[in-house]
């Protein structure tokens, strides 16, 4: 009797650890908040971004946390300023946003190393609301 039981509850840690493994590692979409307000290059416009970071792993959203100061430094950096003409159409746009990724994976392996499981983790940045006024 004693060793059905115990053969049962290895069995169901087993299938436990197996769903777990399943599952896979944690996937989340980390927003940037505030959203970025931005001046643009001509008087009284300006542009307005919310960004959605994907990371995968919890090194890589532990570090994203951590880090943030830095990466909002590095996009208010990379927005501020653009000619309004630059962000009108789809293609500028998505080329705003492939530049925004690679700001951001720049900045955490500056931060945390290349090889640093946090900078494989960075996956890509998300617009997820765009206004230029």
Known sequence: MRLLVVLLSFLLMSVAVAKDEEA?????????????????????????????????GAEAIAAIKKHMPALRHELVMLYSGRPSADLQ???QREALRQETTTIIRATL????????????????AYFTEFLVD
């Open 24 to 56: 896979g590692p944690v996937i989340e979409y980390l927003e940037m908040t505030p959203k970025f307000t931005v001046n643009l290059a001509e008087p009284k416009r300006f542009l307005l971004i919310n960004v959605q970071l994907l990371a995968e």
């Open 89 to 91: 159409t789809t293609e």
């Open 109 to 124: 392996e500056k931060m945390e190393g290349k090889k640093a499981a946090a900078t494989k983790g960075f996956q890509e």
